[in-house]
Nanobody, 115 residues
Framework: QVQLVESGGGLVQAGGSLRLSCAAS????????MGWYRQAPGNERELVAV???????NYADSVKGRFTISRDSAKNTVYLQMNSLKPEDTAVYYC?????????WGRGTQVTVSS
C-alpha cells in the first residue's frame, strides 16, 4: 500500500507563494501519473496539476502560469509551487498517485489565502 504524505500548506496573503510537497513511501519513478487536486468547502474535488511518467504536465486553466508541478524521483517527492496566490485558491490540497490500475491519495494539506 503506497503512502502519500503532503506538507507545506498554511496561511498566506494574496499574491504570496507556497510550495507543497508530497512524499511517497515507494519509488515514484514507475508511477504513471502524480498529481495535485484540491477541494474547497461545498465544492467537488478538482484537478489542479498532473505530472506524467513521460515527463509531460497539465494544469487546470485557473492555475496556468501560476502553479508548477515537479517530480524528484531521487527523493520520491512531488512538489507544487504556487505563486501569485488568490483567495479562490483556498482549499484542501490532496496528492494523488496513479499506479497500474489504482489511485492513491494523501490526507491533504490546508491552503488558506487571505485577501
Amino acid at each position: 500500500q503506497v503512502q502519500l504524505v503532503e506538507s507545506g500548506g498554511g496561511l498566506v496573503q494574496a499574491g504570496g507563494s507556497l510550495r507543497l510537497s508530497c512524499a511517497a513511501s515507494e519509488n515514484i519513478f514507475s508511477f504513471n501519473n502524480m498529481g495535485w487536486y484540491r477541494q474547497a468547502p461545498g465544492n467537488e474535488r478538482e484537478l489542479v496539476a498532473v505530472s506524467t511518467r513521460g515527463g509531460s504536465t497539465n494544469y487546470a486553466d485557473s492555475v496556468k502560469g501560476r502553479f508548477t508541478i515537479s517530480r524528484d524521483s531521487a527523493k520520491n517527492t512531488v512538489y507544487l509551487q504556487m505563486n501569485s496566490l488568490k483567495p479562490e485558491d483556498t482549499a484542501v490540497y490532496y496528492c494523488n498517485a496513479a499506479i497500474g490500475g489504482g489511485h492513491y491519495w494523501g490526507r491533504g494539506t490546508q491552503v488558506t489565502v487571505s485577501s
